[in-house]
């Protein structure tokens, strides 16, 4: 038996009046559902954008970014939480949970995709995406195409869970920039 998998569900909005935690608290529940993982849920409007996320990150095997789309890119405050790690997200898989109007935030994980290279993260394909996210929820807070959703919520997890083992025994085998 394998160690659980350390999940940090990041949700990526500090605004006023935001979607993100139904979007993150869906999310969460079905990563919860899986034995393998231990679902923590990083707030950037608890957690703050410094340090303190960099604390929760650096103690997590893999993330998952819940993002909306603003002005067709993800929200300045969550790229002040990612500009504080150091080394945290290296070698660690990223996936995506997006919303927002007619791209479903598609648009803010393309932008978010080369920033998390750059810091040697791994950025899954597979991506949850909500369009017109307000009304793909019902007042539970759950999705209105919820077998589509839970599908592609599945495939996520499913790939996720195989980046997050593969690159923790690759870190401890041999970090990148570690002497062979």
């Known amino acids: 038996m394998t160690e659980n998998i350390r ?30 993982l231990s679902v923590d849920v990083v707030d950037l409007a608890d957690t703050g954008l410094d340090e303190a996320f960099a604390e929760r990150v650096g103690l997590a095997d893999a993330l998952v970014v819940v993002t909306p789309e603003y002005n067709h890119s993800f929200p300045g405050p969550l790229k002040t939480a990612i500009d504080a790690t150091s080394g945290q997200l290296r ?26 290279a750059e810091l040697h993260a791994v950025g899954l394909r597979d991506t949850v995406s909500f369009h017109g996210a307000a009304g793909a929820f019902d007042a539970g807070g759950r999705p209105r195409e ?21 690159l923790r025994r690759a870190r401890d085998e041999h970090a990148v920039g570690s002497p062979t």
């Open 146 to 166: 919820e077998s589509e959703k839970e599908a592609a919520a599945a495939v996520l997890l499913d790939a996720l869970v195989w980046w997050a083992r593969t």
């Open 7 to 36: 999940l940090a569900v990041v949700v990526g909005s500090v605004r006023e009046g935001r979607f993100g935690p139904v979007v993150a608290a869906w999310f969460a529940d079905r990563a919860r559902r899986r034995p393998e």
């Open 91 to 116: 070698d660690k898989p990223v996936g995506f949970v997006a919303y927002g109007g007619m791209s479903g935030g598609l648009r803010a994980v393309e932008q978010l995709r080369p920033v998390l």
